[in-house]
């Protein structure tokens, strides 16, 4: 009976690691991260555990494979929610995804409801280019506290009315803006 168990435990470990032994060799021979993704989309594995894993072999590659996954047509606030909830950091998630020029509204939202900071995820969407009433609107959006993201956008170098008002169409709360 103990051999049982332990075989069966055994059994179902393998494919997990195997998964993990095909991202390291493929990112070892070179191959394009596109085709990282799809064999390990192959192997049954869902984005979080690709960036994941791909960013246990070597983090400088996540924002490639970000920005591939975006480029093949994977929605981005799913991919910024992977990343996030895969532990990256959402400073560099969320630059990635709007520097491939994903809609900032849904990367920031997707990164703030995965449980990024507030102000990381605003000051990174405008550091890569979008509008900070857009960052404030997503935030919002995405559960966080309508003054942190106001203040957080007018700190990036955002309109104050144009976020206060971005916030509260978002569903804010005007007075806390």
Request: zero cysteines; a negative charge; charged letters at 10%.
């Amino acid at each position: 009976m103990r051999r049982t168990i332990l075989s069966i435990a055994v059994g179902l470990m393998l494919p997990i690691s195997a998964a993990q032994a095909d991202i390291a060799s493929d990112l070892a021979s070179g191959l394009p991260v596109t085709d990282i993704i799809a064999n390990a989309e192959a192997a049954g594995l869902d984005m979080s555990q690709i960036i994941q894993q791909v960013s246990a072999v070597d983090s400088s590659l996540v924002s490639n494979v970000i920005t591939a996954a975006i480029d093949s047509g994977t929605p981005a606030a799913a991919v910024v929610q992977a990343a996030v909830s895969a532990g990256v950091d959402a400073g560099a998630v969320v630059q990635a995804a709007v520097s491939a020029g994903s809609d900032a509204v849904a990367v920031v939202q997707a990164a703030v409801s995965a449980g990024a900071d507030t102000t990381v995820a605003i000051n990174s969407a405008v550091s890569a280019g979008a509008d900070a009433s857009d960052a404030v609107q997503g935030a919002v959006s995405g559960g966080a506290d309508s003054g942190v993201a106001v203040q957080a956008a007018v700190a990036a170098g955002g309109d104050a009315n144009d976020a206060v008002q971005a916030a509260v169409a978002a569903g804010g709360d005007s007075n806390a803006a």
